[in-house]
Every structure is written in C-alpha cells, then in structure tokens.
C-alpha cells in the first residue's frame, strides 16, 4: 500500500520534472506564447488583436497589439503595464501572478508577432 503511493509520488515527480525540463528547453518566444493562451488570450485574441472572446463584456476593449500606437511603445512600457496593470481598466496586474521571467517571454512573444516600431525623437 506505501510502496504503492510511494511509486505514485515518484511517477509524479518524474512527469513534473520532464514538463519542467521541456518548458525550459523551449524558446523564449514559445514559453511566452504558451503563458499568452493561458492568461491574455481570452482577452487580447488569438492575433493579438484584442478580440478574445472577454473582449466583448469589456467597456474598454483590451489593447491590440499590431496598432501603430501599441507598437511605438518600448519594451518597459509594456512591462510596466503587465506588471502593474491599468486602473480601472479590465487590465489587471499581474506582478504577483507571472515572474520577472515570465513578463519577459510575454514581450519576446508579443513583439515577434506585433514588432516593435522605433520613433524618430
Ligand atoms: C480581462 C481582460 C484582460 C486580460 C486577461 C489581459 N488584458 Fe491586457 N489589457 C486589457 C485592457 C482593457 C487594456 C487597456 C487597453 C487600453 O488602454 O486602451 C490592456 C492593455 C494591455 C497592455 C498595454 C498595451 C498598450 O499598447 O498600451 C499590455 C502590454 C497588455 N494589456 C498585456 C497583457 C498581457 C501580457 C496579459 C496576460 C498576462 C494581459 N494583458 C491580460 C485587458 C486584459
């Protein structure tokens, strides 16, 4: 009976550890966009168009990412806004949610489907 639940904690262990091990081995591109479909997908879109299906109960729709206006913001503009969310917006924070880490493969992932553009100062 305990080696039985033993064998089962160790199985568990192994499957964790292997999930683990093939997260890290992905890019930062895929690690992102894996934590995209999990926490913003639903309400920036699929394209990152700002059209997920939460879109529509939102008063302010959520960003689009591929505007002009979104694109000429800086990486620390939008780690800003991950992190600390927007007030009273549908935007909430989630700098006790996602690591540092995390919020940086968010931003590999959404520039390389939205790229940045720079502006002339
Ligand atoms: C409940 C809906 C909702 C969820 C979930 C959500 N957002 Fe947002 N997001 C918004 C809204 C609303 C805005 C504000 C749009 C505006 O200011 O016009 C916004 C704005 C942003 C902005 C600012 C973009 C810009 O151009 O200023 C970023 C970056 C962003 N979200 C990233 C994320 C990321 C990354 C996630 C997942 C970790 C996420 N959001 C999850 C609704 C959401």
């Given at each position: 009976m305990t080696t039985k639940i033993l064998i089962g904690a160790m199985f568990a262990l192994i499957l964790t550890s292997a999930g683990a091990l093939a997260e890290s081995r992905l890019s930062t591109t895929d690690r992102g966009q894996r934590i995209y479909q999990r926490n913003c997908l639903h309400c920036h879109g699929v394209t990152l168009d700002?059209?997920?299906?939460?879109?529509?109960?939102?008063?302010v729709p959520p960003a689009n990412f591929h505007t002009y206006l979104s694109r000429m913001k800086d990486d620390a503009e939008l780690e800003k806004t991950i992190k600390q969310g927007k007030r009273f917006l549908g935007m909430h924070n989630w700098e006790d949610t996602l690591t540092d880490e995390q919020v940086h493969d968010l931003i590999a992932y959404i520039r390389s489907a939205a790229p940045s553009v720079k502006v002339k100062p």
């Amino acid at each position: 009976m305990t080696t039985k639940i033993l064998i089962g904690a160790m199985f568990a262990l192994i499957l964790t550890s292997a999930g683990a091990l093939a997260e890290s081995r992905l890019s930062t591109t895929d690690r992102g966009q894996r934590i995209y479909q999990r926490n913003c997908l639903h309400c920036h879109g699929v394209t990152l168009d700002g059209k997920g299906p939460t879109a529509a109960s939102l008063s302010v729709p959520p960003a689009n990412f591929h505007t002009y206006l979104s694109r000429m913001k800086d990486d620390a503009e939008l780690e800003k806004t991950i992190k600390q969310g927007k007030r009273f917006l549908g935007m909430h924070n989630w700098e006790d949610t996602l690591t540092d880490e995390q919020v940086h493969d968010l931003i590999a992932y959404i520039r390389s489907a939205a790229p940045s553009v720079k502006v002339k100062p």
